[in-house]
């Protein structure tokens, strides 16, 4: 098993340019999440999916989409990249609910000029 | 939601001395903790968890306590070593469990 897959490892945009971050999993996981991660501020939710069809919105959502048509895969939109969108983005999957272990990809490496 | 907090933001301690890192929850429905050990440049892993049923956990060096009352629980690690060097994230879940709120996170720093 791959596990969590995430792509591209490294990213740099101008403002207001668009991308999607790739993140894929391998271990038939129901539960995905999008984290963001800054210096001092920890791993913050942006969106989570419990399933395929079904998306909902984290802790600091503005500025970003996701879709979830796959069990597998659950991408990130950018929509109008930002400077205060540069982070480290990781993806994560679980088995189910919250007390299942939470496994997360490599993570991406975003700055946004 | 739930409202996590991690204490201390960093932390140094000799080599071969005990680290303690505390998070306190703001759920009282919180019924799983665990914890997460992200070293430079990696992705966060998870080292231990603890369920609401217990009040303490071990593995080797590392133990989880909970205080239900008090809502908090904390990390233990004993006899440290410099590859205990790295960050450690606590989490909460909420909204039905369907939710993991991290705390900020502790650079652990061991000084050989």
């Known amino acids: 098993n791959a596990g969590v897959t995430q792509t591209p490892k490294f990213q740099v945009l101008k403002t207001g340019q668009s991308m999607t971050l790739q993140c894929a999993q391998d271990?038939?996981?129901?539960?995905m999440s999008w984290y963001r991660q800054d210096p001092g501020m920890g791993l913050r939710l942006i969106h989570y999916?419990?399933?395929?069809?079904?998306?909902d919105q984290g802790e600091v959502p503005n500025g970003y989409n996701v879709s979830r048509s796959t069990t597998e895969d659950f991408p990130l939109r950018l929509l109008s990249a930002a400077p205060s969108q540069t982070s480290v983005y990781f993806c994560?999957?679980?088995?189910?609910?919250?007390?299942?272990?939470?496994?997360f990809g490599a993570g991406t490496r975003l700055s946004v000029l | 939601g739930e409202n996590v907090e991690q204490h201390p933001s960093t932390l140094s301690v000799q080599e071969g001395d005990s680290a303690v890192i505390k998070c306190t929850y703001s759920?009282?429905?919180?019924?799983?903790f665990p914890w997460y050990k992200q070293e430079l440049g990696k992705r966060p892993q998870l080292i231990i968890d603890i369920r609401s049923n217990v009040g303490e956990k071990k593995d080797q060096r590392i133990a989880v306590t909970l205080n239900k009352t008090a809502k908090h629980f904390s990390l233990h690690i004993t006899e440290t070593q410099p590859e205990d060097s790295a960050v450690y994230f606590c989490?909460?879940?909420?909204?039905?469990?369907?939710?993991?709120?991290f705390g900020t996170g502790t650079r652990l720093t061991i000084i050989p």
């Open positions: 994560a999957s679980r088995l189910g609910e919250a007390k299942n272990i939470q496994y």
């Open positions: 989490a909460a879940p909420n909204f039905g469990n369907e939710k993991l709120t």
């Open positions: 999916s419990v399933g395929a069809g079904i998306t």
């Open positions: 759920d009282s429905a919180s019924n799983y």
């Open positions: 271990m038939n996981h129901e539960y």
